[in-house]
């Protein structure tokens, strides 16, 4: 397949405004590519070249992509800054200057997609000692064989701006029309990519083995599962009526989620957001080697920050400082840490994730062999509402964010990248009005006046609607933004700048800047309202009208470990409308 074939693709789905639009062309696109590489062209669409777990990144900055667009184009440093000034957008000044170049390009071959793919292999993997100079060389002798709207992508895609906006979710909509015949078959391509976080290898087994294929999908160990995720209820009494009276509350402890797989001598350790972490937490692989007893095994526990005189529990912040790169052995010194595992999906073979939570507790008890920083989650199983509530309150104070509670009836399987009354959190803060916070989205900013001009003045920020996985706005945000936040937003933005509406983003606002669904803040208010502009849940509480967070906030965390799909839902806002409505009629 040419590459040239792809951009043109590229085009036209960069041109979109609309999801569905989007979604066929997706389609139309998947269907003409050969089976063998549709996974390189999956990855390439998304702006990546393998799936994110496998840690390996381009990592090349603008300025060294302007330096290899120089040396393939024979132009001036001089032209190509003022161009890169003017224009902002390494990929528009590649176009513009390869289309001026003074080489000959007459006789010049074709680019494959495959060429393309492995020069970027290339360059992702060039490490050590000149490794950005090699970077540089590999791209400009790439873009030097390219036409000015090949470089166009090639540049977007090696520095990470690719912004075409398809993403993971997008791909599996057009998968299971080309593969599964209709959208119906989309669960079958959900379950298969839920079990492995991996796009491209989805879109591999339905082209080559179809939809047959994809059903027999098996996890597989060193690719992470999608990780299943709690709703949210703000009292015991809701929550077990919700769980059929019955249910094991287990302590929220307030870490970092890991999910650790575990092969023979072998072990990785994947973040909430699914990315390989390992080289963060020596101390964690040497435990889970020691204490965990079993030849295979994929688990999940929260990695805990713990005072190293007492070993109490320390917030979540403490463990910002073992995110560091270097020294990183001082830092498990200062900040050691605990674990406390409180599930189990694969071990030694079996697939646990279609077993009741039970029966995987039991097989989690019998593998992890418990010591001073080695555990379970401490839990009890009850249908006594007055007793859940006793047992949050020492959650709280051992130092917890509260209760994790779950389903203990057989339909309690682990249900990987889902949101599901399954597992229902309980936290201190969703007992009082709405000081409880979301996680949105920034889809679109206003320039700000006066103390803030050159700066944002507020940001539009949207809730995620995986139903048709679309972001809808929810909130304009203009305060609880430092200086120091407000100098920061500009550059924290401006990778993901669009010139329109994104076509997943539903907003009835006009923002002055719009940009890609990308950067997650967390944000409080004091309720949510109906709104004839915001469109979350737009005509589903009120006909002509949405949900809106009435005076938003920002919290001062940024939420990089979540994903624009991690955000807040759609239909969690709307639950918390209601929770409010009920407290009101109180
Ligand atoms: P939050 O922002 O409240 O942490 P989240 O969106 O990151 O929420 P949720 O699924 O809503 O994730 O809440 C569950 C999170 O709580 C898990 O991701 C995990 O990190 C953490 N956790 C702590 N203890 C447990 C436990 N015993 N069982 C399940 N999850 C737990």
């Not at 397949?1 to 085009?11: D, Q, T």
């Not at 200062?334 to 071990?347: E, G, K, R």
Request: some cysteine; aromatic content about 8%; charged content about 30%.
């Amino acid at each position: 397949m040419l590459f040239s074939e792809l951009v043109e693709f590229y085009e036209k789905i960069e041109a979109t405004t609309g999801r569905i639009e989007m979604t066929n062309l997706l389609v139309d696109l998947l269907r003409r590519t050969p089976p063998e590489i549709i996974d390189k062209v999956v990855y390439l669409t998304i702006g990546e070249i393998y799936p994110p777990f496998i840690g390996l990144e381009l990592g090349v900055a603008d300025k060294l992509a302007l330096r290899a667009v120089k040396l393939a184009s024979g132009m001036s440093e001089k032209e190509i800054n003022q161009a890169y000034s003017k224009l902002g957008d390494v990929g528009l000044v590649g176009e513009k200057m390869l289309a001026k170049r003074t080489q000959a390009t007459l006789f010049m071959e074709q680019l494959a997609v495959e060429d393309v793919y492995s020069a970027l292999e290339k360059i992702a993997k060039a490490s050590g000692e000149g490794a950005m100079e090699m970077k540089v060389q590999i791209l400009s002798g790439l873009l030097a064989s390219s036409q000015p709207k090949e470089a166009k992508y090639i540049l977007r895609i090696v520095t990470g701006k690719m912004r075409l906006g398809v993403a993971d979710m997008t791909v599996l909509d057009a998968l299971s029309i080309v593969f599964g015949g209709g959208k119906e078959t989309r669960e079958i391509f959900e379950r298969a990519y839920n079990l492995s976080s991996d796009i491209g290898y989805v879109a591999k087994i339905a082209a080559l083995e179809g939809i047959e294929g994809v059903k027999k999908f098996k996890i597989t160990v060193g690719k992470p599962i999608r990780p299943m995720l709690a709703e949210r209820l703000s009292s015991a009494e809701e929550i077990l009526q919700k769980l059929n009276g019955k249910c094991i509350a287990e302590y929220k402890y307030d870490g970092e989620r890991m999910q650790i797989h575990k092969k023979n001598n072998e072990v990785w350790i994947f973040s909430r957001r699914l990315e390989n972490i390992t080289w963060q937490y020596p101390d964690v692989v040497q435990m889970v080697k020691t204490n965990i007893v079993a030849d295979e095994a994929i688990l999940e526990c929260e990695c805990v920050a713990v005072n190293p005189d007492t070993g109490d529990m320390l917030p979540f912040q403490e463990l910002m400082h073992r995110k560091r790169k270097y020294d990183i052995h001082k830092m498990i010194e200062q900040y050691p840490v605990n674990l406390y595992f409180f599930d189990a999906l694969y071990v030694n073979g079996e697939d646990l994730t279609i077993k009741p939570l039970l029966e995987r507790r039991k097989v989690l008890e019998s593998i992890v062999k418990i010591d001073d920083k080695v555990k379970i989650s401490k839990a009890i199983i009850s249908s006594d509402p007055k007793e859940v509530e006793k047992f949050f309150n020492e959650a709280i104070e051992a130092g917890c964010e509260g209760l994790v509670v779950k389903s203990i009836g057989p339909e309690s399987i682990y249900r990987a990248g889902a949101r599901g009354w399954l597992w229902i959190k309980l936290k201190r803060s969703y007992k009082s009005e709405m000081t409880d916070t979301v996680d949105l989205v920034v889809v679109g900013a206003f320039h700000g006046r006066g103390k803030r001009a050159g700066s944002y003045g507020a940001l539009l920020m949207a809730a995620y609607n995986p139903d048709r996985d679309v972001f809808e706005s929810v909130c304009k945000v203009g305060s609880g933004f430092t200086d120091e936040d407000l100098a920061k937003l500009p550059e924290l933005l401006e990778p993901h700048k669009i010139p329109h509406k994104h076509a997943r983003v539903d907003s009835g606002m006009e923002a002055d800047v719009w940009f890609e669904p990308k950067i997650v803040l967390e944000i409080l208010g004091d309720e949510i309202t109906i709104s004839p502009i915001h469109r979350c849940c737009w005509g589903m509480i009120a006909e002509d009208g949405g949900l809106a967070i009435r005076f938003p906030r920002f919290t001062g965390r940024y939420r990089f470990d979540k994903s624009p799909e991690d955000a807040t839902t759609s239909k969690e806002i709307l639950e918390m409308y209601r929770t409010q409505l009920k407290k009101i009629a109180e």
